[in-house]
């Protein structure tokens, strides 16, 4: 492999760098790298779109230069679209794949694009685009799981059952507060992921390896401009330093939807056990026994409440990665890449499993009615005396006295009418809830829109 850092040596003994057989270094260094820089391929061409627009600003290139250079890179794109354009073994990264290509389709012109930036920061830009875009994908996913929940609390609304404390018989609860109340945890979940969105975007260009470029004039915000990010980050150092901690934030994100996830299967997995059976599951999520010829596992909601530990460990990882280095790259932060894209991935499959498993669950009205023994109402009857003038001490000591002697239960809808206030079980989904979900996939939608548009806009040659 002949790297673009590739000094030549006069020497030619045995212990010279142009002598010794490096296979075993790339083998290390760069083979896994490479596979996930093919994610990267299309955010390194619009990286280095923008980047020939701003070196014409700048006069490194001429008119005639960049048309040559822009046509390469348009090239280059339509046949990564065609899925023609991929990382040979010669190639070291996605970085010095896209500057070969353009080199060999534009001469000298092409050999001057990496004009004025590093890898480093070239590959934080690719990395923030792509992490952009998962976060549209991922609320668009955690929203659709948010509307099946929906579903389930209007088909189920103020269908009871015990809910419990301590594993133990405690209070009436009702599938639509249980279906609502992951909803507004998802809701919350997507708040995270736009925070990490607002740190991801601001553009690192320009700071190139943390110590910003010598005597050519970037214009770093052209750069963020053309690539849509909506501002620079200023201080040339933050853009090392922050390496790890950005993607930390959006792995911490994620890790909050798998702990959502991880609640509802755990409920789930319990719902389904026999003694209860207030759930049914679709065949397409249980799996058998090799040697019990009874069993209905629910496998899929196992390993969704398993998923969760993937990503404290991811969170982790990239918390100790950067820890005790000093400012400027190092090598090490290279396999932050890897965590951040494998936790990305994850969720996309977790998001699709849970969504997949809710459209096979069913509530079973008999069996929930069944578990709503008289004890249930014990908080129920104190309260009522309550609310007709005794103190809750002595209605608590009456009613614990009573228990056990035949005290009567109440209705489904005695149950919806006793709450006094929002929120409460059988009150279905509130339209705070529903305008939160408006609002969110309104929020992904238009940065769906926004990343769209500056592709169209970069491809299509004109200017931010």
């Known amino acids: ?23 075993w270094f790339y083998r290390f260094t760069a083979e896994e790298d490479r596979e996930l820089d093919r994610q990267l391929i299309p955010y390194d061409i619009l ?24 046509e390469a890179l348009q090239e280059a794109w339509n046949l990564w679209a065609d899925g023609q354009l991929d990382l040979g073994q010669d190639d070291e990264d996605v970085h010095s794949a896209t500057e070969k290509f353009v080199t060999q389709k534009a001469g000298q012109d092409g050999a001057r694009i990496h004009t004025g930036r590093s890898r480093n920061d070239q590959v934080l830009a690719d990395m923030r685009m792509y992490m952009k875009d998962a976060i549209c994908d991922i609320t668009g996913e955690w929203i659709a799981i948010t509307e099946r929940l929906k579903s389930l ?34 809701l919350s979940d997507i708040a995270a ?32 401009d053309e690539l849509g990010f909506e501002r620079v980050q200023q201080p040339v150092a933050a853009s090392q330093l922050s390496r790890g901690r950005i993607e930390m934030q959006l792995v911490d994100a994620l890790a909050y939807g798998a702990l959502t996830c991880n609640r509802m299967a755990s409920d789930v997995v319990l719902f389904m056990h026999p003694s209860w059976a207030l759930v049914t599951l679709s065949e397409d999520q249980v799996s058998g026994s090799s040697i019990m010829p009874q069993k209905r596992n629910p496998d899929a909601w196992e390993l969704i409440r398993g998923a969760y530990h993937d990503f404290q460990a991811a969170r982790a990882h990239l918390a100790a990665v950067p820890a005790n280095l000093s400012s400027g790259y190092h090598r090490d932060l290279q396999v932050v890449k890897k965590t951040v894209m494998a936790a990305v991935e994850n969720s996309r499959l977790l998001a699709e499993a849970v969504r997949k498993a809710l459209d096979g669950l069913e509530f079973n009205r008999e069996a929930a009615s069944r578990t709503l023994t ?8 104190a309260n009522k005396q309550v609310s007709e003038g005794v103190p809750f001490r002595e209605a608590y000591r009456n009613v614990a006295e009573m228990i056990g002697e035949g005290e009567s239960g109440m209705d489904s809808g005695q149950l919806a009418e006793s709450y006094r ?19 969110a996939a309104a929020w992904a939608g238009q940065k769906r829109r926004h990343s769209e548009e500056v592709k169209k806009r970069l491809l299509g040659g004109s200017s931010a």
């Open 1 to 23: 492999m002949q790297t673009l850092w590739q000094k030549k040596h006069p020497e030619s003994g045995p212990g010279s760098q142009s002598a010794a057989d490096r296979t």
């Open 47 to 70: 990286v280095n779109l923008a980047q020939a627009r701003m070196l014409r600003k700048i006069d490194v290139y001429s008119e005639d230069g960049y048309r040559k250079v822009f």
């Open 153 to 186: 609390a209007g088909t189920y609304q103020a269908l009871f059952f015990a809910g419990l404390t301590h594993t133990q018989p405690a209070m009436p609860h009702s599938a639509d507060a249980w279906a609502t109340g992951y909803m507004d945890l998802f």
């Open 193 to 224: 992921l736009q925070e990490a969105y607002r740190l991801a975007d601001q553009s690192p260009l320009g700071s190139a390896a943390g110590y910003g470029v010598p005597y050519i004039p970037v214009d770093r915000q052209l750069l963020a």
């Open 374 to 381: 008289a004890e249930i109402y014990a908080t129920h009857h």
């Open 421 to 439: 206030h929002s929120g409460a079980p059988g009150s279905g989904v509130s339209g705070h809830a529903v305008k939160q979900m408006e609002q």
